[in-house]
């Protein structure tokens, strides 16, 4: 996961890196400042672009945040059922500045 972070924050011309920025771009208008790139949610907040990635198998949850043209990203990995994608868009907008902190659980609203 560490590898993929790289490649989509660093400013490179390796093949991993022109092939995942390709994946981020916006396909898809989907809802309010919602958008969708190839395997990517693409949120817009104020003058930024937020690109997420969230996967899960049995027993393993991962959440991958980045964003837009900033050398800025984080990766979450959970070994239980415990979703970690909220979590990770609150890091996001707090990274920026753009959300008071919130009580532990409570739902990030991307629509805002």
Same mark, same amino acid.
């Given at each position: ?30 809802? $309010? ?25 049995? $027993? ?12 800025? $990203? ?39």
């Amino acid at each position: 996961m560490l590898k993929f972070l790289q490649a989509s924050i660093e400013q490179s011309q390796s093949t991993l890196s022109r092939t995942i920025t390709a994946t981020q771009q916006e396909l898809h208008p989907w809802t $309010g400042n919602m958008s969708l790139g190839m395997f990517w949610f693409r949120t817009k907040r104020e003058d930024h672009v937020l690109l997420q990635h969230e996967g899960r198998s049995t $027993g393993q949850r991962c959440f991958i945040g980045v964003i837009e043209g900033q050398p800025t $990203g984080i990766v979450l990995l959970s070994n239980g059922q415990v979703e970690v994608d909220n979590v990770g868009k609150r890091l996001l907008r707090q990274m920026l500045r753009l959300d008071p902190e919130a009580p532990p659980g409570q739902p990030v609203n991307d629509a805002n």
